[in-house]
């Protein structure tokens, strides 16, 4: 996200947009050599450059002509931002959230007349219920943990009193957080010309849509309507009195319930228990699946539990599901019934304070005029295919009409959306462009933190016996790390999982401090297709703790010779 608010800060771009004719058709499009497709954000072809350039040459773009004090950038030398002829707008965008802003701000920069609806509030789930405030509560979280740890601090010479919070102060850290990056977004698209409508968007047909009373035409749509939380049936969700609430209510942070049950031990899960605890909550997990942090790499999971739940204040029940949650009512709790996953018997009942389900997200796609182009949801979600191209009931292109992020299902993640949106702004401008998710990280954002990008051990070792390759496992501890050391923070593992023949990169994972920085350098290998025996010979900083990645490439016993040419070096 970053990144993409940075671009309403640089001097925009006189760009002009690709020739229509030029567009790739909808019906018709051959993949590129598979080397090409290693790149999953923009490839040099992006940037004007001729593919025959060597990858050591790439030329500087300080050339480009910028046009200083302009709030717009210009769409094409003759038409000034006017739209292909005989539509309304270049792009509409339906849904202003992480992805909605990300695709407009790379349409506008490729020369778009734009436009983005939204019904809600710039910055949908991530932005006001999501990943943003989250973050909020869990720097304060974080802070609290050490604060509260006096071992930890007694082992730097530091002595600190008791610490304490106001719960206001907190909400509002959070809340003026997402107030904050919500006006950045909206700044950022209205600086650069994109015209932002208020109202529902619905799809009437091709490349028309209606907002309000009022419809308008486009050559393409992006649909980004994003999510909702899934609240499974039985639980009777209660916000408004704050017994049993979703991740929208908890973010509010309107009180701190001294026991809590979570129903749900995954991303979102993990991270309200490192809140509540560090905020003197107890909690107790509910987990339909047989263990803990199901998504996870196993032994990742495995040493996250040792760190993140066995030492603090929570419990767990594996196997069951909460088939009833009723609200807490006239001095009575919560009270949770548990019932087994495969006999559907009743196991137990808990009287709790409050219970959050997290239980994942549903895809808000209803009232979207689906039926309008023959579109039949799968599970609420709009199939796509690999170029985020909307699928028919007769499993037909819908020409001109995309679905990204959350809404579409292939990877439900904000800076995934964004990432989405810009491959689908590369194609309708002329460039075929094909998103490698398996290069896009997660992060979970507990203290210590867990991030990963590509496969899984199991996932590796099933795609392995499936094609007939061997996989390597390569392993590096924080406590060798010299940074991690100096700040006390030695509990942590980088994992590696590649192919010893070829120098692969199939997966990383990690749990230790600021892992979700330290995925980076892994994802953007994965990639731009970058092979262990090149990577290994990278240099980094001493002491960082980059060198956690630095070790765990060159741990790796990899049989290939180095994959490209070496560059010649450069006289300091």
Not at 33 to 57: D, Y
Not at 80 to 100: C, H, P, T
Not at 541 to 561: G, M, R, Y
Request: glycine share 10%; hydrophobic share 40%; charged share 20%.
């Amino acid at each position: 996200m970053q990144s993409s608010i940075s671009l309403s800060l640089s001097s925009p771009s006189t760009i002009c947009r690709s020739d229509s004719s030029a567009a790739v058709s909808n019906a018709n499009v051959n993949l590129l050599n598979p080397r090409s497709l290693r790149f999953c954000g923009l490839r040099r072809e992006a940037f004007g450059l001729n593919s025959s350039l060597s990858t050591h040459r790439i030329q500087s773009l300080s050339n480009v002509t910028r046009r200083p004090c302009s709030n717009r950038i210009v769409a094409s030398s003759a038409g000034n931002g006017a739209a292909s002829k005989g539509f309304d707008y270049d792009l509409v965008i339906i849904g202003a959230g992480v992805g909605g802003h990300g695709a407009a701000l790379h349409a506008v920069e490729k020369g778009l007349k734009t436009a983005i609806i939204e019904g809600d509030v710039v910055g949908g789930t991530c932005v006001n219920r999501g990943c943003v405030p989250s973050k909020a509560l869990l720097a304060v979280s974080g802070r609290m943990r050490e604060l509260q740890n006096e071992h930890h601090m007694k082992s730097f010479g530091l002595q600190v009193a008791a610490a304490g919070y106001d719960r206001q102060g907190v909400a509002d850290h959070a809340n003026n957080l997402a107030s904050k990056i919500r006006n950045n977004l909206t700044n950022s698209m209205k600086s650069l010309g994109v015209d932002i409508l208020t109202g529902f968007g619905t799809v009437l047909g091709p490349q028309k849509v209606k907002y309000g009373d009022t419809v308008i035409t486009a050559k393409d749509i992006i649909i980004a309507t994003g999510s909702v939380p899934l609240v499974p049936k039985g639980i009777e969700v209660d916000g408004k009195c704050k017994t049993v609430i979703t991740s929208d209510h908890a973010l509010k942070l309107e009180f701190v319930p001294q026991w809590i049950a979570i129903v749900g031990s995954g991303y979102i899960g993990l991270e309200f228990s490192d809140v509540y605890t560090a905020l003197g909550s107890e909690v107790t997990f509910v987990e339909a699946l047989d263990q803990l942090m199901p998504g996870f790499d196993p032994e990742i999971g495995k040493l996250a539990q040792r760190v993140l739940i066995n030492p603090r204040k929570i419990d767990y029940h594996t196997g069951v599901f909460a088939s009833k949650i009723t609200p807490a009512k006239d001095g009575k709790p919560v009270t949770i019934e548990l019932i087994d996953a495969k006999t559907k018997e009743l196991k137990d009942t808990l009287e709790v304070d409050a219970a959050l389900i997290a239980t994942g997200r549903a895809p808000f796609t209803q009232g979207l005029g689906l039926e309008n182009i023959n579109v039949q949801t799968q599970r609420g979600f709009v199939p796509v295919d690999g170029r985020m191209r909307v699928i028919d009931a007769n499993g037909e292109l819908v020409p001109h009409l995309y679905c990204i992020g959350d809404a579409n299902g292939k990877m439900m993640l904000a800076h995934a959306a964004s990432a989405q949106g810009i491959s689908v702004v590369e194609q309708v401008t002329g460039k075929d462009h094909v998103l490698n998710h398996l290069s896009i990280p997660a992060a979970c954002f507990t203290h210590p933190e867990i991030s990963m990008v590509g496969l899984t051990e199991p996932q590796a070792r099933e795609k392995a016996e499936k094609e007939g390759f061997e996989i390597g496992i390569a392993k590096t501890s924080f406590k060798a790390n010299t940074k991690a050391l100096a700040e006390n923070e030695g509990e942590g593992l980088a994992k590696l999982i590649y192919r010893p023949d070829s120098g692969e990169i199939l997966g990383v994972h990690i749990f230790g401090m600021h892992a979700a920085d330290l995925i980076h350098e892994a994802s953007n290998a994965i990639a731009l297709g970058t092979r262990i025996q090149d990577i290994k010979y990278a240099v980094h900083a001493h002491p960082t703790l980059s060198e956690v990645i630095d070790e765990l490439f060159k741990a790796a016993k990899v049989k290939a010779n180095t994959s490209s040419p070496v560059a010649e070096p450069v006289a300091a």
